[in-house]
Protein backbone atom coordinates (compact mmCIF):
# COMPACT_ATOMS: atom_id res chain seq x y z
CA UNK A 1 0.00 0.00 0.00
CA UNK A 2 1.20 3.48 -0.95
CA UNK A 3 0.51 6.20 1.38
CA UNK A 4 -0.17 10.10 0.71
CA UNK A 5 0.12 12.91 3.53
CA UNK A 6 -2.12 15.65 3.46
CA UNK A 7 -2.04 18.78 4.79
CA UNK A 8 -4.75 21.56 5.13
CA UNK A 9 -6.77 23.32 7.24
CA UNK A 10 -9.95 23.12 8.90
CA UNK A 11 -12.64 24.52 10.65
CA UNK A 12 -16.51 24.07 10.94
CA UNK A 13 -17.25 25.67 7.60
CA UNK A 14 -14.74 24.35 5.69
CA UNK A 15 -11.72 22.02 4.52
CA UNK A 16 -8.91 23.62 2.49
CA UNK A 17 -6.39 21.64 1.46
CA UNK A 18 -2.68 22.81 1.17
CA UNK A 19 -0.06 20.45 0.32
CA UNK A 20 0.18 16.69 -0.59
CA UNK A 21 3.30 15.11 0.57
CA UNK A 22 4.99 11.88 -0.02
CA UNK A 23 6.69 11.11 3.49
CA UNK A 24 5.38 12.52 6.54
CA UNK A 25 8.58 14.61 7.36
CA UNK A 26 7.84 16.77 4.00
CA UNK A 27 4.29 16.52 5.53
CA UNK A 28 5.40 17.52 8.96
CA UNK A 29 7.21 20.64 7.09
CA UNK A 30 4.33 21.75 5.63
CA UNK A 31 2.51 21.62 8.80
CA UNK A 32 4.67 24.13 10.67
CA UNK A 33 5.11 26.51 7.60
CA UNK A 34 1.24 26.55 7.51
CA UNK A 35 1.36 27.28 11.17
CA UNK A 36 3.62 30.23 10.86
CA UNK A 37 1.99 31.93 8.19
CA UNK A 38 -1.44 31.61 10.55
CA UNK A 39 0.74 32.83 13.44
CA UNK A 40 2.08 35.66 11.69
CA UNK A 41 -2.00 36.62 10.16
CA UNK A 42 -3.01 36.80 13.80
CA UNK A 43 0.01 38.99 14.36
CA UNK A 44 -1.22 41.12 11.63
CA UNK A 45 -4.94 41.28 12.93
CA UNK A 46 -3.51 41.76 16.36
CA UNK A 47 -1.91 45.13 15.17
CA UNK A 48 -4.06 46.12 12.52
CA UNK A 49 -7.73 46.37 15.20
CA UNK A 50 -8.32 48.81 17.64
CA UNK A 51 -11.04 47.14 18.63
CA UNK A 52 -9.73 44.90 22.40
CA UNK A 53 -12.22 42.27 21.94
CA UNK A 54 -10.69 41.53 18.40
CA UNK A 55 -7.65 42.05 19.78
CA UNK A 56 -7.91 39.23 22.32
CA UNK A 57 -10.01 37.07 19.72
CA UNK A 58 -6.49 36.88 17.81
CA UNK A 59 -4.39 36.36 20.93
CA UNK A 60 -6.07 33.52 22.15
CA UNK A 61 -6.12 31.71 18.70
CA UNK A 62 -2.25 32.64 18.28
CA UNK A 63 -1.84 31.23 22.02
CA UNK A 64 -3.53 27.70 20.45
CA UNK A 65 -1.62 27.48 17.57
CA UNK A 66 1.63 28.31 19.39
CA UNK A 67 2.09 24.91 20.69
CA UNK A 68 4.36 22.92 19.08
CA UNK A 69 1.81 19.84 19.32
CA UNK A 70 -0.66 19.77 16.51
CA UNK A 71 -2.85 17.59 18.78
CA UNK A 72 -3.12 20.70 20.75
CA UNK A 73 -4.03 22.57 18.06
CA UNK A 74 -7.45 21.21 17.34
CA UNK A 75 -8.62 23.17 20.43
CA UNK A 76 -8.91 26.73 18.25
CA UNK A 77 -12.11 24.69 16.48
CA UNK A 78 -14.24 25.87 15.81
CA UNK A 79 -11.87 28.37 14.31
CA UNK A 80 -8.77 27.17 11.37
CA UNK A 81 -6.73 25.18 12.81
CA UNK A 82 -3.53 23.11 10.43
CA UNK A 83 -3.75 19.61 9.89
CA UNK A 84 -2.40 16.76 9.26
CA UNK A 85 -3.96 13.17 7.82
CA UNK A 86 -2.33 9.94 6.06
CA UNK A 87 -4.62 8.74 3.15
CA UNK A 88 -3.90 5.69 1.59
CA UNK A 89 -3.80 5.76 -2.69
CA UNK A 90 -5.57 3.13 -4.41
CA UNK A 91 -4.10 0.84 -6.39
CA UNK A 92 -4.90 1.03 -10.37
CA UNK A 93 -6.45 -2.74 -10.14
CA UNK A 94 -8.87 -1.59 -7.38
CA UNK A 95 -12.06 -1.23 -8.85
CA UNK A 96 -15.00 1.24 -7.07
CA UNK A 97 -17.89 1.49 -8.49
CA UNK A 98 -18.26 4.84 -6.79
CA UNK A 99 -15.53 6.67 -7.97
CA UNK A 100 -15.40 7.93 -11.54
CA UNK A 101 -13.19 9.95 -13.33
Known sequence: M???WIVGINSCENNNVRAICATEEIARGELFKLRD???KSFD???EALSIIDLQ????K???ILSNDDPQ???DNYPYDYPYLSQ???REEEEEDE???C
Do not use: G, P, T
Open 2 to 4: KFV
Open 37 to 39: EML
Open 44 to 46: YQI
Open 56 to 59: SFYQ
Open 61 to 63: QKA
Open 72 to 74: KWR
Open 87 to 89: ERL
Open 98 to 100: NYR
